[in-house]
């Protein structure tokens, strides 16, 4: 699928329902409000969706006078454009809700994407779908501002950690050079979206870091239980990138942390430097990534612990 | 002072000395070993000065073979290339070694450098001297491969906080992607520079946090003694960005970072989001720059504690 072709289907229609996948990133977030914006811009009615409501740290980005709707109330439309989703039923939206839409485009960065719509534009090797979308919209002479260049400025930096990750390209970082012109608060977004976190946050790493366990040096063990997240009046998602300090220690090769929940479930996050660790995951009938992986189990949180350190060690000693 | 003059004065010379300033960050170690690299291969003799170590995690980019040299054990040379400093008295270099080289180029990104070179390339809107370098050496026709271009990388993410900083523009980025073609590990560099972290640095985080304590939610404030950071075994280097933690508390407007050594002298360290805390130095005759700022006090901690959160909030009520 060409860029021409997708840009001349938003050229071609008035109505459009936009729509990323559910537990939206900064790449679904930024990638909806960026091209919400541009269409917006061209007299377009546009709607956009999410199953789950907006991180409150990408709020700014939220257009003045957009209200983001729910799945559950899709409203008919000439077109859906699905962002940043490797097969349908990651949007949330109910299959029913596809014959809302005449067409589908499907626009995406993933290698795993199964083309389910009726155009896509998939480019696995894109950092970010906000970087085949800014291509997209600059190509086709689509309008870009300062609005629409920070959506996609915050979609490229959470997909590849301010351009540390592996999907880094020379393509991304020439793509971020147009898009900061455009008048980029990089340095506040960065701030905003990286360094700050909530007090709460900060209690909670703090408590966390006081049961670092380490095993041969080589597995690194942290614990939160409930009652220490309730009592730093923490949410779950200020869990998020914890256990990265027990995958950050120099010589560590397995981070792990475990969250005990109320009622006697155990989640358990597991990061890694190289090792394979959604293959470790599968023995507790999780999955994941190769660097990032995870699973529940059940029970006694010491029985549970021997057990998960017993299977990580000889995992990275085979 | 142009690209061309400087790339002259390297083609046509044959001995060199290159130095960067004391206590040496990313920027002066990947310039200084890039540009080492690049001259080696043209044949040239080079030596490498500091009057500080190279610290730990910038020791993979040394040149094989290469010996970095003390200050104090200046040859003689055609050529003195100063790297990253504002003015001479950066590099800890002694006058009388000035007489030991013929010329002295002055190769710096500092606003505030005094021109104190025979020869000086000085561009105060480049992110990092590494910057300057590649533009320098790809221009110029330099030899340039994996080795130089992954120093030259070291220097611009170290100086840009990874693209996060003001510092940066797009200009940086274009550089970047012109780098990372050479076949930088960018992911492998980015991970042990930033996220990786000695235990005893894990273990000193974890005991200062708890230390942490809120004025009027404004003011951050961490402490740290000599004791809990031998027990840790950290060296003071560890100390570096702790304060972050603080200043990093939504909305926190400074941070601060109090290290009582075992002299009864106290180290202030204060970072904000946004007020000049130089100026907030300046009243405990310290200094530093807008956002990054410290001062030594002696006395009782319980009263110089009171002093310092007095005056900040005075500060940033004000």
């Keep these: 699928m060409s860029y021409q072709q997708v840009s001349r289907v938003l050229k071609e229609n008035k109505t459009f329902g936009i729509i990323s996948h559910v537990q939206p990133d900064g790449d679904s977030i930024g990638s909806m409000f960026a091209l919400a914006r541009a269409l917006i811009s061209m007299g377009k009615e546009v709607e956009v969706y999410t199953r789950d409501p907006v991180p409150l740290k ?38 029913e809700a596809w014959e809302c839409f005449s067409r589908v485009v499907n626009l995406d960065h993933h290698v ?64 971020t050079a147009d898009l900061i012109e455009y008048g980029v ?74 969250y005990i929940n109320g009622n006697g479930e155990m989640k358990v996050g597991l990061r890694s430097k190289e090792a394979d660790v959604s293959k470790l995951a599968e023995k507790f009938q999780g999955g994941g990534h190769h660097r990032a992986a995870g699973f529940r189990i059940n029970g006694d949180y010491a029985e549970a612990k021997e057990k998960i350190i017993k299977a990580s060690l000889e995992f990275i000693g085979g």
Excluded: W
């Design 58 to 95: 990408y709020c700014f980005l939220i257009p003045e006078g957009l209200q983001v709707k729910d799945v559950k109330s899709v409203a008919p439309a000439e077109i859906l454009i699905v962002l940043d989703c490797s097969d349908f039923s990651r949007t949330g939206l109910s299959s």
């Design 185 to 258: 608060d990089y340095a506040g977004i960065s701030q905003r979206i990286f360094d700050e976190h909530p007090l709460p946050y900060m209690l909670l790493l703090s408590r966390t870091l006081s049961t670092l366990e380490l095993y041969r040096q080589k597995i690194a063990c942290l614990t939160i239980n409930e009652e220490m997240r309730l009592q730093c009046g923490a949410f779950m998602e200020d869990l998020d990138g914890i256990v990265n300090y027990a995958k950050n220690i120099e010589g560590v090769e397995i981070g792990i942390l475990i």
């Design 112 to 175: 795993t994407n199964v083309y389910f719509g009726h155009l896509n534009l998939v480019e696995g090797e894109a950092s970010a779908t906000g970087e085949i979308l800014f291509r997209l919209l600059s190509r086709e002479g689509f309008p870009l501002n300062v609005d629409i260049a920070e959506s996609l400025y915050v979609a490229i930096i959470t997909d590849t950690g301010s351009f540390k990750y592996e999907n880094t390209s020379s393509r991304t970082h020439r793509v």
